[in-house]
């Protein structure tokens, strides 16, 4: 069975630094594709960033490259998010999918079956 939990969310001002922690437990081949989602209240979950676990592959957004890095080790995935700014305030889900989702540079939730509980971002001007 597939889990995940997030953690490191919280409140920091504008320019300030996060990292977000995806605990993993129970991934399969099909599960292999790990990947970070943002959400705004009345907006859908946008995909930031993805990694593969069994080849390494890693995607950030071109629009949150260069802030926001994507790492993983064997027991969970981590979102670095630096220069933070207000919009990136919202809830930060990880996500796991089939291994063919990544390399796709179109992360979309519907491809994930798997999701952590969230951990929410606030950012302060």
């Known amino acids: 069975q597939v889990q995940l939990v997030e953690s490191g969310g919280g409140s920091v001002q504008t320019g300030g630094s996060l990292r977000l922690s995806c605990a993993h437990s129970?991934?399969?081949?099909?599960?292999?594709?790990l990947a970070w989602f943002r959400q705004v209240p009345g907006k859908q979950r946008e995909g930031l960033a993805e990694?593969?676990?069994?080849?390494?592959y890693r995607w950030v957004t071109d629009s949150l490259r260069g802030r926001f890095t994507i790492s993983s080790d064997v027991a969970a995935v981590y979102l670095q998010m630096n220069s933070l700014k207000p919009e990136d305030s919202g809830t930060y889900y990880c996500?796991?999918?089939?291994?063919?989702?990544?390399?796709?540079?179109?992360?979309?939730?519907?491809?994930?079956?798997?999701w952590g509980q969230g951990t929410r971002v606030t950012v302060s001007s």
């Open positions: 996500a796991a999918g089939p291994r063919w989702n990544c390399g796709l540079h179109n992360i979309v939730s519907d491809n994930f079956g798997w």
């Open positions: 129970g991934l399969t081949a099909n599960s292999d594709c």
């Open positions: 990694v593969n676990r069994a080849d390494g």
